[in-house]
């Protein structure tokens, strides 16, 4: 085993037995870094992710009431409390194309084609599907190739990707919000230890199961295979990185620790309304928590700069027993004004939003460039494409918009918006603090001015 490159680089890699483990930032390589991992500053890349929650929320309990700084925080709002700062809430966008426009039925199914598109679904329950290409992929085609992946697509439900889920609408609408062009969406996966083998094998799809069954066999951390290299680089190694980098790998160690624990628990019997794939934890929030993870892992080592996280498919009917709330989401998300279920869905509601502030706290606590971290050099979109879940509406929608951009965006703040204004308005400010500039995508009329003073 040796270092993938000398002298040492951002992008020195460690190896062994089919692992290819990337670095973190780290001050004693980045001097050399710039022309691999930074912008033509120096500064560090941009990430975004795009987090897609459904059926709406309960916007009493969501909407600040004051606009500007110091914000209240609304009930489903408040796990954000220690991100407040780094978290901007939008009122008022909306997503014209998730409405029906003479389609009919199937909000839930438009919502989901719609959340990253901007783009109208054709209605088909056939292979002839079309929507548009998503701002992830936008992005993905232009710049994914500075990283080994140029996207990941994650979600916690399988769904389907053929037949009818809503109302004469595809499955393939219902279950994905990553589209890389008008007739092709890009699966998502579903089990995290899938996800960790993807992001640290060194190989071929077939070489990279076969070594995995190998670690398997042999019961050794991912990070026993790439002890030699690590040994070798900490001796080159200032001591405020030796530190960083031994934090790194007990993190990779810990979410491993993680995995394992899913895989060896016996299965239980959850109430829901789609099969758990094999491997997948059978607690919900330990479930997006171990996506989350590797999400920061992804963009900690520069796998890719870009992800997607469908929390559960548009339309998802799962229940929330951990929660005490044993109904199905969608079925509560049709409340016709009943005030028993508005407090079950803003608990819904609320706990969704604790699992994006896990993500935010774990990105603001992961070091990135000199004296920065992960969350200011970010740009993470959460979010539903329908606001009440009763109504089915798509104006005022929920949105989320977390991170600094790399200090282009001032975030602390509740902003609104003129009515009507397009989500894609805010993709395409996205896209231009990304780096990645364009004429349009979807629906979109220009851009936001408000994200920064």
């Known amino acids: 085993m040796s270092i993938h490159q000398s002298p040492i680089s951002r992008r020195t890699v460690l190896r062994g037995l089919g692992v290819s483990l990337a670095l973190p930032w780290l001050e004693s390589l980045a001097p ?204 080159k190694l200032g001591t405020n990185d030796r530190q960083k980098l031994d934090e790194y790998l007990n993190g990779v160690r810990e979410v491993e620790r993680r995995i394992e624990r899913t895989d060896d628990e016996p299965k239980i019997s959850v109430d829901v309304d789609y099969p758990i794939p094999k491997g997948t934890p059978d607690d919900y929030g330990e479930h997006i928590r171990l996506m989350c993870d590797m999400i920061v892992l992804a963009f900690q080592t520069d796998r890719t700069r870009i992800a997607t996280f469908m929390l559960a498919d548009a339309g998802s009917n799962r229940s929330y027993r951990q929660i005490d709330v044993p109904d199905g989401h969608h079925d509560l998300s049709h409340h016709r004004g009943d005030a028993a279920k508005h407090s079950k869905i803003r608990e819904i509601n609320r706990f969704h939003v604790a699992q994006l502030s896990y993500l935010l706290r774990r990105l603001k606590s992961t070091p990135d460039g000199v004296d920065g971290n992960l969350l200011d050099n970010s740009m993470i979109c959460y979010g539903s494409a329908i606001s009440d879940g009763d109504r089915h509406n798509n104006e005022n929608l929920p949105i989320l918009l977390a991170g600094h951009g790399g200090g282009r965006i001032d975030a602390g703040r509740h902003i609104r918006v003129a009515p009507e204004t397009p989500v894609c308005n805010l993709f395409m400010s996205m896209l231009d603090r990304f780096g990645t500039p364009v004429d349009f995508i979807g629906d979109s009329t220009g851009r936001l001015t408000n994200l920064q003073i």
């Open 32 to 235: 050399r870094a710039m022309a691999a991992s930074a912008t033509a500053t120096g500064a560090p890349p941009q990430r975004m992710a795009f987090l897609f929650v459904p059926n709406g929320v309960h916007l009493p309990d969501w909407t600040p009431q004051p606009l500007g700084y110091a914000y209240d925080l609304p009930h489903i709002l408040q796990p954000l409390a220690p991100v407040q700062e780094d978290v901007t809430v939008i009122s008022g966008l909306t997503h014209d194309k998730g409405r029906a426009n003479g389609d009919g039925a199937g909000d839930h199914a438009r919502s989901a084609s719609v959340f990253l598109t901007g783009a109208q679904p054709r209605k088909t329950d056939g292979s002839d599907i079309r929507s548009g290409v998503s701002v992830d992929q936008v992005a993905a085609q232009s710049a994914g190739s500075a990283t080994r992946f140029a996207s990941l697509e994650l979600g916690c439900e399988p769904g389907r990707s053929a037949g009818n889920c809503d109302s004469g609408y595809s499955c393939a609408y219902s279950s994905n919000i990553s589209w890389s062009s008008e007739s092709t969406p890009v699966g998502k996966e579903t089990n995290p230890r899938f996800v960790f083998e993807r992001l640290f094998g060194d190989s071929t799809s077939q070489s990279r199961d076969k070594d995995a069954v190998r670690r398997e066999v042999l019961k050794k951390s991912i990070l026993d295979f790439i002890s030699d290299d690590a040994k070798k680089l900490q001796s």
